[in-house]
């Protein structure tokens, strides 16, 4: 019996990796088109989409949700592209949040078609919605999505906090020059509504011209705003928690700090991603995928799917790269891996 193979019949979870890291929490990308063209996400010349074939069916994302929930996976985040451009994604909600061992189905997205959506996600199992929003100027919005839309995203978010969710985020991805300067602004946007901001370190990815200038560090972020609010401190975060989280006195939202480049988290990683062309990704700025579309379209077993997902977890780095060698690194385009 292989390494991998033996593995699989200990009674640990199939998706620890050697580090000891044990991979709970699985992202799916839902599909890579999107209604928005973020320029820190989406290359200006747009992406080639995938030819409709060789993204995951419904049936198939199903089959290897319910695989990864049988190897110790609980939390599912369905992201993209934009999640809610795929029509089935009411229908898939309710059948991944069915599935045995799914305790926590979370989705990301720009807040565009929320209002469409919100009562059947919100039947159909999906309790936690971040939403994506880097400015609260009408004309930044234009300029950072290269679309119009910035009333409707907070309309929206204003009528998810009203609708149940257990938790609504709001992320926040800071430039310097283009948005750094509204920090203040988004912790207001907090102070009467029951929400956590989330600002997120700008990160390097395939054609979205990422440089150093335009970076923002976690601690330049704190220090803007506790010059705003010298009152905020911060609060007790898990060991999976991948944001900083503060709280500012008299305020009913919180902050969150993701900090990817300046801080990483990789030493408490549970994370894996399923893109929508089916391959499995460990790590969010590793190269390595593995092809389950691949494996199942050639008939692969459900063992044998295991196998290869055991494979790509053991074969998991301790830590991704670092700033200096992502920002040259040759990668996806985020929209092409989901966030
Ligand atoms: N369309 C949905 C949305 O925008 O929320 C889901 C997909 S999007 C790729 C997921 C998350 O990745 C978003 O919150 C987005 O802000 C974040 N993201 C995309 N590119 C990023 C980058 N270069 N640095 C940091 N965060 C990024
Ligand atoms: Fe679309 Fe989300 Fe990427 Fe913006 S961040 S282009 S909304 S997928």
């Known amino acids: 019996m292989t390494d991998s193979a033996s593995r699989l019949t200990e009674p640990v979870s199939p998706l620890t990796d050697t580090f000891g890291r044990r991979h709970t929490y699985l992202r799916i990308a839902l599909t890579e088109r999107c ?30 949700s319910g695989l990864f929930a049988r190897l110790g996976v609980t939390k599912i985040r369905l992201t993209g592209g934009e999640p809610l451009v795929r029509k089935d994604v009411p229908a898939l909600a309710a059948a991944l949040s069915r599935l045995p061992g799914v305790e926590t189905l979370a989705m990301t997205t720009n807040g ?15 309790r936690l919605l ?12 234009q300029a950072i999505t290269r679309r119009p839309g910035l009333e409707k995203v907070i309309r929206n978010v204003d009528l998810t906090l009203g609708a149940g969710f257990d938790a609504v985020k709001l992320n926040c991805v800071v430039m310097r020059g283009v948005n750094d300067d509204e920090l203040a602004d988004f912790a207001r946007f907090g102070a009467e509504r029951d929400i956590e901001v ?21 601690k330049d972020m704190l220090s803007t705003l506790q010059s705003a609010f010298p009152a905020m401190h911060p ?26 480049m300046s801080e990483p988290f990789c030493g408490g990683c549970n994370r894996i991603r399923l893109m929508t062309d089916g391959n499995l990704k460990v790590c969010l700025f590793g190269r390595g995928e593995t092809s389950l579309r691949d494996a199942m379209r050639a008939g692969a077993t459900d063992d044998e799917l ?19 060698a992502l920002a040259t690194q040759d990668d996806r385009p985020m929209i092409r891996i989901g966030g």
């Open 112 to 126: 565009l078609l929320l209002d469409r959506h919100l009562d059947t996600l919100h039947a159909a199992g999906l």
């Open 198 to 218: 989330r600002f997120i370190e700008y990160m390097p990815f395939g054609g979205n011209g990422w440089d150093h200038d335009a970076f923002v560090p976690y």
């Open 235 to 260: 609060l007790n975060d898990g060991p999976h928690e991948t944001a900083k989280t503060w709280c500012i006195p008299g305020f009913r939202g919180r902050l969150g700090f993701i900090t990817s």
């Open 306 to 324: 295991s196998i290869l997902i055991d494979l790509a977890v053991t074969g998991k780095k301790a830590a991704h790269a670092g700033m200096t």
């Open 35 to 64: 209604n928005l063209r973020c320029t820190y996400c989406m290359p200006a010349g747009g992406v080639d989409l995938l030819p409709r074939h060789h993204q995951l069916t419904f049936e198939e994302i199903i089959r290897l």
């Open 130 to 141: 971040n939403i994506s929003l880097d400015t609260l100027q009408a004309d930044r919005f």
